[in-house]
């Protein structure tokens, strides 16, 4: 190549992402998004709202309400807590407790959980408006978008490289959403875009501690701070995410550019959610899936078996495979102490399960050494196959892949209803469940949220 061509290679300008999202967020009407959108947005709320009362109860929660909330004051619903906070406090704590159980919702696309950050941002902020039920969920619909499409143009290089891609693209997402929450413009977006993405961090070096959560909080604050320093007139680089030196070039090897919407035809980031009914990292359930169906089939457990060899995406070994877990949070990210539960018949949707005693147990301890680790590089990254090795001389197998988005929303709403109950009920009571449960089925029809926060507060 010439030094000519050189000189227009490096002076060619990147597609205009930062704008190109700005403009999309501000611009898209609602009647553009179509109603499985809509209807698939009430299932993430759900299933978000329940994985956050419950969450209440974990003691990072705990600590970073009295740390921040003070006595209380403000307008902002700290879920099942009875008080109220400002609003970025609000957005932080509850943002970090819709994580604490990691148990909340996952898209392939972001490499994390969307909804932890951008909910609790735009739950906050509509409750200090006063905006309505249907305006909430157009503008958390946004939110998930720009989160998500941004998570794919990283794809896994950003993610590789030690990044929690839910505290990096969730503060974009809810910058986005509550810009279009508050009406902002495209320039004024792709002011708050820019400040979100000098504050998009989070490092998976914390998996498997207080910190991990934490992420999920600081997205919700600092994309809601973006967007309400934004409307203010706070300024930003219009290229911050694409541009040299910016969020691209710094934290996303192999960045691949693109429209925030490439196809009109292409379902929504809110429809390709994906959930979880192991209450663990994301990507130990088709193993847990594997060995479920193994025992039910042919009705063993864990003293049947000699050995089980878990094969998956070798890229996981740095995400869920602490090899000797001490904590119950801990377990959460040990594979191996995972499937050695899971051939006892532990129940991994239980939030009991994870604690520090099951993680200490000489038995589980023992078991998880049989438990045996074959990563490989061509392979789905939610897809597993599980082979057991039993004593008697059999070997048997199966396999499972989680990322395969649910195709009945009914039977995904009872499924998920069920879980909500089974969260919140404990906490809140069955009747405030109950509301709680109805007012989300039936939110585009609420003048504001301030009724369903009652319920959940």
Request: aromatic share 6%; charged share 20%; proline share 3%.
């Amino acid at each position: 190549m010439s030094v000519a061509e050189q000189c227009d290679q490096l002076n060619q300008a990147p597609f205009p992402v930062t704008a190109d999202a700005a403009e999309w967020t501000a611009s898209v009407r609602a009647e553009d998004i179509p109603a499985s959108a809509y209807e698939r947005a009430k299932h993430v709320l759900l299933d978000s709202i329940g994985c956050t009362v419950a969450g209440h109860a974990e003691p990072l929660a705990a600590i970073l309400r009295d740390e921040l909330l003070d006595g209380g004051g403000g307008l902002c619903t700290v879920f099942a807590d009875g008080t109220h906070a400002r609003l970025l406090d609000a957005a932080l704590v509850n943002g970090a407790t819709a994580h604490a159980l990691d148990y909340d919702d996952v898209n392939r696309k972001l490499h994390g959980h969307p909804t932890a950050c951008i909910a609790p941002a735009v739950l906050a902020l509509a409750e200090v408006l006063g905006t309505s039920g249907q305006d909430l969920l157009t503008s958390f619909i946004v939110g998930t978008e720009v989160a998500c499409s941004l998570g794919e143009m990283c794809d896994e290089g950003h993610y590789e490289a030690g990044f929690h891609a839910t505290g990096t693209m969730g503060t974009f997402g809810a910058a986005a959403a509550c810009a279009r929450l508050m009406g902002l413009d495209a320039v004024a977006t792709a002011n708050a875009l820019g400040i979100a993405a000098s504050q998009a961090s989070g490092l998976k070096a914390n998996f498997g501690t207080m910190t991990k959560p934490f992420h999920a909080g600081k997205a919700a604050m600092n994309g809601l701070l973006a967007a309400r320093l934004a409307a203010r007139g706070f300024t930003a680089s219009s290229e911050a995410i694409e541009g040299a030196h910016g969020f691209s070039q710094a934290t996303a090897p192999g960045f691949n550019a693109a429209a925030i919407r490439g196809s009109d035809d292409a379902p929504y980031a809110v429809e390709d959610m994906l959930y979880k009914y192991h209450a663990a990292c994301f990507l130990t359930h088709s193993s847990l899936n594997a060995i479920r169906r193994l025992r039910d089939e042919h009705d063993i457990g864990l003293d049947d078996v000699e050995t089980a060899k878990l094969k998956f995406r070798e890229t996981h070994l740095s995400v869920c495979c602490i090899p000797e877990p001490a904590t119950g949070l801990e377990i959460k990210f040990s594979i191996n102490h995972l499937a050695a539960m899971g051939l006892d018949g532990a129940d991994t949707g239980a939030l009991e399960t994870y604690s520090d005693a099951n993680a200490t147990d000489p038995r589980y301890v023992e078991a998880r050494k049989r438990m045996l680790l074959d990563p490989v590089q061509e392979m789905d990254r939610s897809a597993a196959v599980v082979t057991l090795q039993l004593k008697d001389g059999r070997t048997l197998a199966a396999e499972d892949n989680v990322g395969v988005p649910a195709a009945d929303t009914e039977e995904q709403w009872r499924r998920l209803s069920e879980k909500f109950a089974s969260l919140a009920t404990p906490v809140i009571g069955a009747e405030r469940t109950a509301e709680a449960i109805a007012r989300i089925d039936a939110l585009e029809k609420e003048a504001n949220v301030s009724a369903l926060m009652k319920a959940v507060g």
